[in-house]
């Protein structure tokens, strides 16, 4: 008598087909929740964007308004008045572009 596998070769590969039809839907199912994460970061990144570009729209307005005012108080200011404020700038300190708070007594600002 012959010998005969304890299985039939035909249910091998049947279960190599159905094993492979997983993989193929995993395969999918990754492909698909990664198509999503895509998606949602692109949406993100697309809203971060339009937040930037309107701060930035404003803080250029800003800076034309300041600009503005600071020619103006330039123009209205007498060359006393602008060459005290210039001795008051030393060398090495810049002009702040933002006006500091002022510290309360206990050292800390209010």
């Not at 698909?32 to 307005?61: F, G, P, T």
């Not at 209205?76 to 309360?104: G, I, M, N, Y």
């Amino acid at each position: 008598m012959a010998f005969q596998p304890p299985y039939s070769p035909s249910l091998f590969r049947k279960r190599d087909n159905a094993s492979g039809a997983s993989v193929v839907a995993i395969d999918n199912k990754i492909e698909q929740a990664m198509d999503l994460v895509k998606n949602h970061l692109m949406y993100a990144v697309r809203e971060e964007v339009e937040i930037l570009k309107e701060q930035i729209r404003e803080l250029v307005e800003k800076n034309s308004q300041l600009e503005r005012e600071n020619t103006l108080l330039k123009t209205l200011a007498s060359p006393e008045q602008l060459e005290k404020f210039q001795s008051r700038l030393s060398p090495e300190e810049p002009v702040p572009e933002t006006p500091h708070a002022p510290e309360a007594p206990g050292g800390s600002a209010v």
